[in-house]
């Protein structure tokens, strides 16, 4: 009876945690950060490896990226030209990473899971710093080139892990001049779209993913997505990344001490 209510309290925290990464992912990104923790423990229980969790992890995140663009699709119209190479090589990016994490060994992945949400967290904490240095450094005219190419490696990333990415997408976006931030988070949210649909297929395909949990995940995070989507004029983005890097830190040192234990 005790394991019921455990495993029954852990469920609920883990939809909690996907209803509010679906805000964080929309607004400023990393809502892994909330939500792995919880899943990866979870689906352990049950037999499923730690890649399995990533995958599931990424599926469930993602339809809350379509709220969000239904609600920016309008910010769209100035870069329309710019979609369709965006997309492709988002789509190219998105397939190399999800095509590495189901080649990574499930005991590795275990081990780089600390190191990639360090990461993850140190990009959101040095956000400030680093956008005032692309305010600075912006190109006048927006490099095409460099937008495409960057555009395809910082895919991979997302594809592989996604957290953080979403930010990276932004620092590329304004280094090549485009600075609006609503402009921004629309072209982010069509690189999430994407890089992280095609991964969804990568691993559906090779069947990676916890469908059970991931479904419940997937509806609470789209309605998180829809709310902040909504509330974006409203909400203090340099508080925002300051939040999430907050929880990155501590989701870090969460999976270190996990890895050092074991």
């Excluded at 945690?17 to 689906?43: E, K």
């Excluded at 275990?110 to 959101?124: E, G, I, K, Q, Y």
């Excluded at 240095?133 to 555009?151: D, K, N, P, Q, Y």
């Excluded at 890089?195 to 916890?210: D, E, K, P, T």
């Amino acid at each position: 009876m005790e394991s019921f209510f455990s495993h029954n309290l852990q469920l609920i925290v883990l939809l909690m945690a996907s209803l509010w990464a679906g805000v964080l992912n929309t607004l400023a990104g990393g809502g892994s950060f909330l939500t792995l923790p919880f899943l990866l423990p979870i689906l352990q229980a049950r037999g499923f490896a730690s890649v399995s969790a990533q995958s599931t992890n990424t599926v469930a995140l993602w339809p809350g990226q379509w709220s969000s663009a239904a609600v920016f699709r309008h910010d769209l119209r100035e870069h329309g030209h710019r979609i369709v190479p965006l997309a492709l090589a988002s789509l190219a990016g998105g397939l190399v990473g999800a095509w590495l994490l189901l080649l990574t060994p499930n005991q590795r992945f275990l081990h780089l899971l600390p190191w990639l949400m360090l990461f993850a967290a140190t990009m959101f904490f040095v956000s400030d710093w680093l956008g005032r240095w692309t305010a600075r450094h912006r190109a006048a005219h927006v490099s095409e080139f460099w937008l495409i190419t960057g555009m395809i490696a910082v895919s991979a990333y997302v594809g592989y892990f996604g957290a953080g990415g979403g930010f990276l997408v932004m620092a590329l976006l304004a280094v090549c001049g485009i600075t609006g931030m609503r402009e921004m988070i629309a072209l982010k949210t069509v690189n999430g779209l994407v890089s992280i649909g095609i991964a969804v297929a990568w691993f559906a395909l090779h069947g990676r993913i916890a469908w059970r949990d991931c479904m419940a995940m997937a509806v609470l995070a789209t309605v998180g997505g829809y709310l902040a989507a909504h509330s974006s004029r409203k909400i203090d983005p340099v508080w925002m990344r300051r939040f999430v890097s907050f929880i990155g830190f501590a989701t870090a040192a969460w999976f270190f001490w996990s890895d050092y234990r074991h």
